[in-house]
């Protein structure tokens, strides 16, 4: 009885000691301050200023608005404007990459590639980007396959969390320069499940990503290259999910882990999941091909069934998949990247 009490006794001694030392660690962070400096092991993090979810939501809404952004239309022409006008107003040095092409189907694409940057004599750079225009047709719906898609994910989500980005830009600058591109030409491709093969032609690799591909070999700066880039591509489905994209993983391994270990730091892993998904020819990888930058893709795919979701180039693809809380974990994840670089 004697032996149990002694040895309470020691353990509740021991659990003050403990606690009053964690109370005086915890406390510490302060005081060091003032007193010595103890050397730090973890990186100070940044806080980046607070994406506003709703108001992404509203960059979305603003472009579906316009109606489907397909090149030849008014609705692309005054959504482009509307875009050129926000990066403007945000403190952007925008420059306008006008060019033509002619699409696999034969129709002249009058198209127009928008960037945005942010600290311009920085050397340091970030490439950020998404695809501004939306697919002709719907030719995975079951009806109306011919009529132009909202392309609410498809397009204008990626477009909308990053004037949110430079939204913020403009209130805190971030240390580096950021160059925000919005990708003309990206879906107007042909989908050899749904449509007859036709072949290349007029130089291009392949009917998708024309704006990134002509970007690539006619970059708005001569020798422009960045340290890497992150592209955003259908960011804002309901419960969406990112797997690693194949092409990311082998050409940016360092900035899929920084990105996917961030998103599970602040808590959206239900959104980034570290599996390896499918491979896309997206605009990332043209970017990396003629322009030899890191980039990685966020998009969701699904290694299950090996689709982007039901939703996609169909006419579901409209304001009513859109979820608030998938484009705050995207927009989220990508500040706390981009302000602790
Ligand atoms: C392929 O489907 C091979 N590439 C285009 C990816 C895409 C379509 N992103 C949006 N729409
Ligand atoms: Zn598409």
Redo the contacts with the bound molecule.
Sequence with gaps: MAQKTRFQERFKSLVAVLALFSITTFTGCESTKESKEEPRTEPVLVNPPFFDADSAYGFVEQQVAFGPRVPNTRAHVMAGRWMVTKLEEYGAAVIEQEFNATSFDGRPMALKNIIGSFNPENKKRILLAAHWDSRPFADKDDERKDEAIDGAN?GASGVGVLLEVARLISKQKPTIGIDIIFFDG??W?NDTAFQDYVAVRDGWETW?CIGSQYWGKNPHKPNYSAYYGILL??VGGKNAKFFVEGHSKQIAPSIVDKVWNTASRLGYSQYFITRDGGA???DHYYVHKHRNIPMIDIIPTDPTDGTFGSFHHTHDDNMEIISKETLEAVGRTVLQVIYNE
């Design positions: 498809d990206e879906d491709g998708w591509d259908m896309i020819t997206d």
